[in-house]
């Protein structure tokens, strides 16, 4: 394991491998389903709508029946009306334009000239015409009017002018065009006028006559489209009845069943397209969360490794109960334990990546057990595991027990079932007792499977990862640990003040937000190295002389400061958690050792400043610098002859100040805020510990003996 994630581009192909764990266990859910069936068999099943699809050509059949039913649309052309009137005008008017030549001329003529005929005038008349009003008009109706009185002529224009008036200012389509001219006759068979002239001005208002109701093209067409327009789009709804069992599969039907794409000689992509996408929405949050921050690679594998094997767990354990889904247990789905990958990515990585997983987990629930429901996803199900994952996350708090995770499990149970109550009473169907009492019963098992499986993974994944879980923590706590058992028969002045440290620095943690569990267990251990020389730290010297007395500055130092590696050895020797070790070995940083460096500087002058520093590193976490600050008060604090309030403060400024000058947290991200919360914790820290005692008064003699 440590070898893995030693590699660098571990976590590309970790991503890789995320994917190939979503795509496989989402695959057989998402792959379309067909049917072996032939055209005019028997179905041996009802056949239902998988899915909701367009269904162009009824839809086309309805569009072209609705084309069709609209009428031809007809309008009243006035203008027609109007220029049939005219040229009926015209037509006396140059009637009477001959005549008044044929006059003009015989007065221009001698006697002896004769007048023009009758047809001459005709003829000059029809010279003046249109052919079309030559062709239609014959030259024996023209013949009454050029040879008739002025006053009869302007009679019939009258008559006939007014007739064709009357008749075109109605409606004429062109199949009431006879019945049309029929009704001109009418009107003029009544007007005073002799035979053969009132022949001729019904023969030229019969002409004038012509359809005005004509037919209309773009109203036409208006109406048409927006009759098509007007049709809805035929669709195959979703778990629409394609074929009933035992029902012949007619062309129809056939048709109907490959355009939902059951039909087994056909292949669509499309899903697999779109599953390719959804997995890609959900790589892109989880690599947005573990790529946000520049961390270490080394981490980074490690968390993601971790998330990937948590991962593949919980879709496994899903997939196993999917598969009863195959005997007809349709809402097996609510006994999965879906919520232990919340749980153990929360416990043992982050809320918010385990907030994300758990919107993960509910998508994908949704499809695995899609299982007997119209459509690719199962949404009953998806609402179901996410409520049931954000409760057991957002329930697990900062110090969690394995009490607190299998209540966590309880309270999961709870939600579940109520869950699947909202979902049956939304749905408002007939449940029986024997139903509802499985589905309580599954969400009951779901919720207490869970917490029993993250207690059950929680050791392996901790020791096979080197996480440093709340559990572990607690356990390390337990005062019967070899190690503080060791320190604490061997060096009970430092266990005292390590555990002095371990409650500042907690406190202190605690009130900026930093880890402060983690703060007070790595104080417990943080001077381990201690216990390999005891006798040569003050807390331990009780009742013997101080050993420095007797050795020079130099190997005075190299005591000291040993007991930082000697610590370090001894947690590594024991197997203790990376953090410790940490502590262990920055709590002291860089920092100089003023009394022997000053004893040193005293006997020779060429004695170097470095000689007598820690060797570090300096504190790289808020945790450790937290702790390199309580280790100085504390010790500063407990050598003080009389402590008072004012005197605590002004001791725990000055630490934190020297520790500033001297540049020992620069490497850490404690901002100047922080610092100041954390000195106002360790005076109410320390003023709690030295407060001021009641003098109790000795008792006399007399009283002792009495």
């Known amino acids: 394991m440590e070898k893995l994630k030693n590699y660098k581009f571990l976590y590309v192909f970790l991503y890789a491998i995320l994917a190939v764990i979503l795509y496989v266990s989402l695959y057989s859910n998402i792959k379309p389903e067909t049917i072996d069936i032939d055209l005019f068999t028997i179905s041996p099943e009802t056949i239902y709508a998988p899915t909701t699809v367009a269904d162009k050509f009824e839809t086309e059949v309805k569009q072209q029946e609705a084309y069709d039913s609209v009428e031809d649309q007809y309008v009243l052309k006035r203008e027609i009306s109007e220029k049939q009137v005219d040229l009926i005008s015209s037509i006396f008017d140059t009637i009477i334009e001959v005549r008044k030549e044929d006059e003009v001329e015989n007065k221009t003529l001698d006697s002896a000239t004769t007048t023009l005929s009758s047809d001459e005038m005709v003829d000059r008349l029809q010279d003046k015409l249109t052919p079309s009003i030559n062709e239609k008009i014959s030259k024996e109706t023209f013949l009454p009017l050029v040879s008739t009185t002025d006053e009869e002529l302007e009679l019939a224009k009258d008559a006939v002018v007014t007739a064709v008036n009357n008749i075109m200012n109605k409606e004429i389509p062109i199949v009431q065009l006879t019945e049309a001219k029929e009704q001109v006759v009418e009107e003029l068979q009544y007007a005073p006028l002799r035979k053969e002239v009132l022949q001729s001005a019904t023969e030229l208002a019969r002409f004038a006559i012509t359809p005005n109701y004509v037919f209309d093209l773009e109203a036409t067409d208006e109406k048409r489209q927006q009759a098509i327009d007007g049709v809805k789009e035929v669709q195959i709804k979703q778990g629409q009845i394609l074929v009933e069992a035992d029902e012949l599969i007619n062309r129809e039907a056939y048709r109907k069943l490959g355009l939902v ?49 948590i991962f593949a767990i919980t879709m496994l354990l899903m997939k196993i109960v999917s598969l009863f889904q195959k005997i007809d247990y349709t809402y097996i789905g609510y006994i999965a334990p879906v919520a232990m990958g919340a749980m153990l990515v929360k416990l043992l990585l982050n809320e918010r990546l385990a907030i994300l997983t758990s919107m993960i987990f509910a998508v994908c629930g949704s499809v695995i057990f899609n299982e007997g429901v119209t459509g690719s996803f199962n949404f009953s199900i998806g609402i179901y595991y996410l409520f049931g994952c954000l409760t057991a996350v957002l329930f697990l708090g900062e110090h969690n027990l394995r009490s607190k995770i299998l209540q966590a499990g309880l309270f999961v149970s709870g939600m579940n079932v109520l869950v699947i109550t909202a979902i049956m009473l939304i749905r408002n169907g007939g449940y029986s007792n024997i139903e509802i009492g499985s589905y309580f019963i599954m969400a009951c098992v779901a919720g207490l499977v869970a917490s029993v499986l993250t207690v059950g993974f929680m050791p392996f994944f901790e020791t096979g990862f080197g996480i440093l879980s709340t559990m572990k923590l607690i356990e390390l706590s337990n005062p019967n640990h070899p190690l503080l058992r060791k320190i604490l028969t ?71 400061l040993a007991h930082v590696t000697d610590g370090v050895e001894l947690l590594k020797k024991n197997k203790m958690p990376k953090e410790f070790i940490d502590i262990a070995e920055q709590h002291h940083g860089t920092t100089l050792l003023k009394y022997f460096y000053h004893q040193a500087k005293e006997s020779n002058d060429m004695i170097y400043e470095e000689e007598f520093r820690y060797p570090g590193p300096k504190p790289q976490t808020k945790e450790i610098a937290i702790i390199s600050i309580a280790d100085s008060v504390e010790a500063a604090v407990r050598s003080m002859s009389n402590p008072t309030p004012d005197k605590i403060e002004k001791l725990v400024r000055s630490i934190i100040s020297g520790r500033l000058q001297d540049k020992q947290l620069d490497e850490c991200d404690l901002t100047l805020k922080e610092i100041d919360i954390i000195a106002k914790s360790f005076c109410e820290s320390l003023k709690g510990i030295f407060h001021s005692r009641i003098e109790y008064p000795e008792l006399t003699k007399k009283q002792k003996v009495k």
Do not use: W
């Not at 000689?265 to 929405?281: A, E, M, R, Y």
């Not at 943690?509 to 001077?527: F, K, P, S, T």
């Open 261 to 309: 794409g059951l039909l087994d000689d056909q292949q669509t992509f499309k899903p697999f397209i779109g599953l390719g996408l959804l997995i890609l929405l959900i790589l892109t949050g989880v690599v947005y969360y573990f790529e946000k921050k520049d961390v270490p690679f080394l981490k980074k594998n490690n968390s993601l490794l971790l998330y990937c094997i």
């Open 490 to 560: 061997e060096t009970p002045g430092t266990y005292h003040h390590s555990v002095m440290v371990a409650n500042l620095s907690e406190s202190a943690c605690e009130a900026i937000g930093a880890n402060g569990l983690l703060a007070r267990v790595g104080a417990y251990y943080h001077d381990v190295g201690k216990t390999k020389r005891p006798q040569y730290f003050i807390e331990n010297q009780m009742n013997i002389e101080n050993p420095h007395n007797k050795l020079s500055a130099q190997l005075s130092k190299n005591v000291i």
